[in-house]
T-cell receptor
Framework: GNSVTQMEGPVTLSEEAFLTINCTYTATGYPSLFWYVQYPGEGLQLLLKATKADDKGSNKGFEATYRKETTSFHLEKGSVQVSDSAVYFCALATRKLVFGQGTRLTINP | EAQVTQNPRYLITVTGKKLTVTCSQNMNHEYMSWYRQDPGLGLRQIYYSMNVEVTDKGDVPEGYKVSRKEKRNFPLILESPSPNQTSLYFC??????????????FGNGTRLTVT
């Protein structure tokens, strides 16, 4: 079946550091790929998405590129801020959404 | 403001005492879903509903019930809660199951503890 694997957390960085959170997937067909973010005490909200191979999703300085050849959708940001501290979920969708286990990110000032 | 509202935010109960977690959305979405979030397991779908009076099991439906009598409401019912249902629960809605152009909109969660 379809599945998503994210890098283990927690991840702790200093402000202005470069961020990468790895995400790989297994799927039949051609899934859409998503990153959702969960800020403390809140529900998840869509951060970015890509619906076909080589598409790049971007939002709030975050980017992720749909790589079909490596079945990956890694999340990157060039300079993180304290306000980026949250849990990040990679997800794929064919007929339904399947979420990864989440990666907790903490940014220290 | 477009939102998904869950109540209560926190709930502590005892084994076997029936409870209901309410969920309401004001976006006229046809699709609604319940998830539970557990450490290391991400979000797992409990039940979903494609429209009024249409519900179906997700990945972990055992011990839960749902109903969809109105488009805006999708309550989650635990008839006889057990400690392994202690978790963080999220309700979500979308106009297209969240897989296409319309994202899933999530409530703020209900933290349930069953002792």
């Amino acid at each position: 079946g379809n599945s998503v694997t994210q890098m283990e957390g927690p991840v702790t960085l200093s402000e202005e550091a470069f961020l990468t959170i790895n995400c790989t997937y297994t799927a039949t067909g051609y899934p859409s790929l998503f990153w959702y973010v969960q800020y403390p005490g809140e529900g998840l909200q869509l951060l970015l998405k890509a619906t076909k191979a080589d598409d790049k999703g971007s939002n709030k300085g975050f980017e992720a590129t749909y790589r079909k050849e490596t079945t990956s959708f890694h999340l990157e940001k060039g300079s993180v801020q304290v306000s980026d501290s949250a849990v990040y979920f990679c997800a794929l969708a064919t007929r339904k959404l399947v979420f990864g286990q989440g990666t907790r990110l903490t940014i220290n000032p | 403001e477009a939102q998904v509202t869950q109540n209560p935010r926190y709930l502590i109960t005892v084994t076997g005492k029936k409870l209901t977690v309410t969920c309401s959305q004001n976006m006229n979405h046809e699709y609604m879903s319940w998830y539970r979030q557990d450490p290391g397991l991400g979000l797992r779908q409990i039940y979903y509903s494609m429209n009024v009076e249409v519900t179906d099991k997700g990945d972990v439906p055992e011990g839960y019930k749902v109903s969809r009598k109105e488009k805006r409401n999708f309550p989650l019912i635990l008839e006889s809660p057990s400690p392994n249902q202690t978790s963080l629960y999220f309700c979500a809605s979308s106009s297209d199951r969240g897989e296409g152009n319309s994202p899933l909109h999530f409530g703020n969660g209900t933290r349930l503890t069953v002792t």
